[in-house]
Every structure is written in structure tokens, then in C-alpha cells.
């Protein structure tokens, strides 16, 4: 007779593993599983390392789909209603976990699992459903073609109003290397999650909640929910509430951190017009929060036909700035194409400006694609969305792009591990290019938050050091934590001593005795696992590493000082970033850092 | 003055302090402070680095060898007293752009008088520095005879653009030698500033352009003048480059301060 382990409270417990083939089976997650990765990222990756097979083509059926849910997720505590997606980018190739919101991340853990991995595929659009029942397929082939929004709406008047809804767009179904996968209009965004379930036949999958969690206090959890919320209505969140992250923009034109037109200047003459400030004076806005959240970051603004897009910074600096396109129709109108087509905005914006630059260079041939022409980024984004043309190409990304280019085109390809680069200039955030370079995920802004050093004054942002390096460890270590509890990243500066309070609310909830610092060997637990993954699916120090423009192109301040960021320099950073986690001079982990995190078995 | 100049305050700052943040900017440091055996140094940003004469009462050129045998052999140093609280960043960066690899000195000159304490030195005049106060010397104009030097006159000062606009009285030139000196210097209009404000700032803020003008010593005098208050939700960024929270921070005319919530990114 098998033992049963009791969950901790919190937890259910359960994984459930849907083969799209061979049917469905769960099985357990022990207590000291979820402890050492707690859940979101920490618990996908870890289930990533486990359930991939070495060296699986991501969009294979043989490839699995993660998602995770948390201990935290279904409790009052402001902001917890987020859950992970984690697989192999089809875009980089290395682990990608992308986060996203709401009520799929509630009804998806009460369905009682604390995991459901995806893999095998179906003969035809399906779309999987997991409710009190078990786990069915059911056809989808009328969802097929429709974007997200639509699939899920449709599935929801099927099933009833209490299934939840993940879908991907056109773009997911084909296969495009940065399709979104998308749930009430919120993209886990990043790294192709779309593709991966395209390649499937999964058009959607809906959960419904049949079971309930207890937590070990919930008194002390909803006295701590009660805290947390009235801080989420201080200075802390202000900016997301009454701007949005669009507030950015117009600041970082001013310090030259806004990347325009590919990487070739760091300000945008254009800014004002698209700024936060601006559109928030001159348009109707309306605000959404996601379940479970007091902050309603959310601002959405109609396009000219009339229809809403909600309004990020990472979307208006790729499809404005990056692009060169200053009109902010056009950038709201690209923004809501993205959405529709299941594309993650950054790596469109990304692949588009890089290939404009080709195109003005005389390397790809596309004459109607330039810098600022408005016309020409809807164009590519219809065509990208449907591998239609030119779109079929730019539908790879910036990297496998540059690839097909050939001459110097990988110079000014931007993008760190395949993953298009988000909205920070490396050279003017020294602390961020670090953070950019090692990122296991690729470029990217969410599991390194360097450029909050950056920005605070401590450190001289243009001349990057030791200081910098330690900022971009502690940075990357607590969105390791924060993006497993989960919690969202808005509601950081609401914390004084974070990983202290994390612990706290962690132990409200499963009754851990657990420290700050038991935490913290938690966050280098994650950024290890991580790291391994991608060891094993053939990284190399190389691979940590920024565009060869970043590198050797200064950019020049509105002060007329130019910025650089040497080669040396970032080699410096790095071996020491190396040295703090405990890898070798080659980036790899030595075997009493695997030993010390319980990892000495990969 | 009754009491020592690196002590005195302008606006509030202390001269000493307001001078070596100055030339911190102009130059990027390191920024090397003199005192006199036994002397207590006055208030210093964390970057200064103080070294003493080594004999006392030997006069500037003993301060000038001090400052140079702490810096690098192929280093020059602008070097001043510390009684310029008008200093401007855009003279000393001029005045130190004019001591080329064929000179050794370039040394400001106003009505015909030499300023040696308004000057660029290269390290390696530290030798024939060292000769001269061997025999006896304690006047830095001597050593003018001996290294190449570019003497500035008023008009090769403004020569160049961003002086002639930025301190086109030469202010910085200044030394404050009596009170009258003083209350001459305090009579003055406070530097203009142009101040941005950002996001939620410029939401709050009583104007509604872009961009504003006030007069202002300091950063924490700006952002009071602008009715912003430096707490931990306000940064703000000098001409566009690195983001402070130093009240302290001198401002001088032409400056540019951006003022943004300290949650940038996410």
C-alpha cells in the first residue's frame, strides 16, 4: 500500500500530468519539493528540469507545458492571483517562465493541483479542460483562428462562466517563436509559451475550481492581508495606479534609457507625445486590476476604431521608440494587433526594428520597411501574425534573423539568449546590462530588477562595478522569490525588509518555520536551477553576453557626455557575478554550490 | 574673514564642501583636498581624499606638491582655493581642456593678474615644484618661468562657448578675501535652473509645461523651490546623467534637474 504525505496547508500536494496522447495521470509533490521551490518559477523550473526531456525541441509533443500555481495564490493577500507558465523557448532555447494573472491562476490551483504539465499533442484544435471531473479533451476547431479573447469567450458560453480561460491567438497556433499565451487579456508574454501549446493542437485550457486549501493561520493571513492592502494604497504603488508603467517612458527619455530605433539612440524625439503624461491628459482612460489585487495598474485606452488596448511601458517603447513611430494611434493600434494575434509586444517590436535597420541597410529586402513609418509596423505585425510574407521570417526573431542575414547583421541583432531585448538601455543602466546579460532566461526586465539600483541614486549608473554586480544578485534573487510566492512585482516597494515580510506571509500560510535566510538559499535554489537547465540544453558562457552595438557603439547623454559600455568591463561583471553564485570562471556550477542547494544530482 | 574660508557657507553650504563637489563633477575625480599640518578638514563629500602639506607655512606651492604627490605621474589637476564658492564646472573643464600634452600649465588671467590658484597642473611638474621650494620659493608664479605654461587670458576663457555662457563675469575667478567679498557673493542671484518634473510629479506640479525655471544653491534648494519634497519616492537626475538623492548636490546656472518617482522600470 503506498504512503500518502500529507500536504502542507497551502498546498495540495498534486501534480497532474495531462499526455494529450496517452491520457492523465497525478502524482505527488513531496512537502521538501515545494519548500526548497516554493511554486510560480521556483516550482516550474524545478518541474522543467525533471519532466523535459535533454535537449527536446520545444515545440515537439514530446516538449512539456508548466503550469504552476502557489501557496499563496487563493488567499486575501493583495496580488497573489498569479500563476506561471514555464517550458523551453522555442525563441532562446533555454528555460522560460513567464508569469501571468488572475482568476486562471485561483480556479487552476482549486482544481487541486498545486502543477499541471502538458505534453504529448492532439490530431486537431482541442481545447483541455480540468475541472472536479478530471481532465477531457474537447474539440476546438470553431476556436481555431480566433484570437485569444474570442477562444476564451467562446469556451467560457460552452462550459459555463465558472472555467477559467488560458488561450493563444493566431500566432500561437502558428507557431510563431514569441506567440503569447493569454488569459482575460493578460499575456504570459514572453519567451513563445503560445507556440508551445500551438504546436500541440491546444487552442485553450480551461479549469474549473472544485476543491478548497486551508492555510496553517488563516487569522494571521488575513491580518496580514489587511496590512498588505493598506499599503498597496500608498506612495509605493502610486505610479501604477494613477500612470501606469507608461510613466516610465517620458523619465527614461530623459536619462537616455529608452532604447529607439534598434539600439542606435536612447532618447526619442517623439517621446512626449506617447508619454503617460500626455495621453493620460489628452484621451479617455479607464483603469482594471487583476483579481485579488488593490493596486489596478492596468490603464486602457481606445484605439481610433474605437476598440481598448491596455497600455504598458514594454509595449509603447517596442512599437513606439524602438521603431521609431511617434503616433500614438499607431502604437495603440499595434499594441491591440499584438494582443489579438497572441504576440509578445517586445520581441515584435524587437524583430521589426532589427529588421528595419536591415532593411535601411540594403540587407533584407523589404523597401516599404523603415524606422518611423507607421503603416509598415502594422503591416509586419499582420504579416508576423499569420506568417504571411515577410512575417514568415520575422516570425523567428531578431536572432534566427540576423542568422539568415548573414554579413554583420548579428551585431545589431537585439536580442541576449534569442530573447529580444525590453526597455532599458544597457550602457546608461550598467547594473541592468548585467542583469541582461546572465538573465537563464534571456534579455529581460522581470527576474532581474537592476535597474532599480540604477535608477536610485546609489550607484553611478553609468560606470558599472562590484557595486553593480551585488545589485544585480540581490535584484534577481527576490524576483526569484517573488515570482514563486507569487506575488506582483508592483507591490515591491510596499515591502521595507522584503525577504523578512515573504517569509512571514510564506509561514501564514503553510505553517513553515522559515527564515529570511532559508529564503534566500530558496532564490539562489531557483537562479541555480535555472541555470542548470540551460547547461543541459547546451549553454555556454558565451551565451551571457549583450549585442555587439551595445558594446561597442557610445551612446551620447543630453548633456553631450557619451556613454560606454567596454567589453572589459562587462567581463569584469560577469567573473564576478560568477564568483557570488558560485559557478566557475566558465559560468558553470561548482560542485559545492550544488551540493549547497541540493541540486548535486543534476 | 575672522574665521577659516573653508568654513564659510554659501547659501548655506560650506565652501569647502560646495567647491570639492564642484570639481568632482568637472573633473570625475579623484579629488585630492590640502590642509595644514594639524588642521582639522572642514565638511568633504565621501569622495575627497585629504593629504597635508608637508611643512607648514610654505605657502601654495607646498599645497600644489602635496595635491600632485597624490595623484597618478601622467595626471593634471585644476587646481583652486577654497574660497570660490562661484566656481563654475564649465570654466575648470575648459581650463583643464587647455593643458595640452605640450603644456604643463594653463593658468587663468584676469586685468593682467595671474591666477595660480585658478590653474591646470600636470603631475609631472612635481620635480621642478620640488626644486623651487628647495630653494626657498613659495609662489607658484615662479614655476610659470620654468614648464611650459598657457597663460588664459579673459578672452580665451570665453572663448570658449559654454563659459561665455555660463559664468561669462568670470565669477568663478572670484576669491572671496573680505567681507565685502562675502556679501557681494550672496548679493548675487542664486544660479537659474531648469527643473522637469515627471509622472505623478508633473501631475502635482503648479505649472503645466515641460519645463520650469528656478533659482537654487543646492538640489534640496531646488526641489523646495519647486515645491517637491526629497523623500524616498523622489529622485532626481543632473543634465540628464546620474540620479541623486543629495540635497547637497551644488547646482550652478545652466543646470538642468529632472525629477521623477524613485520606482522607475517595472
Redesign the interface.
Known sequence: MASVTLAPPGYFGSLLEIDLTQGSRSSELSPQLLRDYVGGCGLGTRLLLDHAPAGVDPLSPEAPLIFTFSPLVGTPLTTSAKFAVVAKSPLSGCVNDAMCSSHFAIAGKLTGHDAIVIRGACSGPTAVVVDGAGVRLEPADELWGLSAAEAEARLRERLGSRYRVGAIGPAGERLVRYATLSHDGRHAGRGGLGAVLGAKNVKAVAVAPSRKVPSADPHRVIELARELRERSFG??T???R??G?L??L???N???TLPTRNFKDASFEGA?ALS??QLSTLRERTRASCASCTIGCEHIYPTRDGSNVRVEYENVFALGPMCGVADPDIVLEASKRCDELGLDTISAGGTIAFAMECAERGLLSASWLRFGDGAALLRAIDEIGVRRGLGDLLAEGSKRVAEEIGEDAATFAPHVKGLELPG?EPRTLQSMALGLAVNPRGAD?NRS?A??A????DL???DGGPAHVAAAVETEDRAAIVDSLILC??L??AFAEPMHEWAGLLASVTGWDISEAELETTARRVVLAKRLFNLREGWTRADDWLPERVLSEPIT???G?EATLPRERLVGMIDEYYERRGLDSDGLPTPATLAAHGLETH | MGSSKAELTWHGQPFADRIARLLIRATGGPLIVVTAPEQEPPPLPAQATVVTDAHEGRGPLEAIAAGLRALSADAVAYVCSTDVPLLHPALAEHVLASADTETDIAVCETDGRLHPLAAAYRARTLPEIEALLAEGQRRPIALFDRVPTRVLNRSALLANEAVARLDGSLESLANLNAPADYERAHALELPLIAV?R???L??EGSESS?RTHERAATLGGLAKAAGIELDG?V???L????????AALPLVAGD?V?F???????
Open positions: 506612495a509605493a502610486a505610479k501604477y494613477e500612470l508603467t510613466a516610465n517620458l523619465a527614461f530623459a536619462l537616455s512626449e503617460a503624461e532599458y526586465h530588477g535597474y532599480e540604477d535608477l536610485s541614486g553611478d549608473r553609468l512585482k508592483f515591491r516597494g547623454l543630453s548633456s557626455r | 522637469e515627471f509622472g505623478l508633473r501631475s515641460t519616492h529622485v532626481a537626475a543634465n540628464g546623467e546620474q540620479v541623486t538623492t543629495d538642468r529632472s521623477l518617482t524613485a520606482d522607475g522600470g517595472g
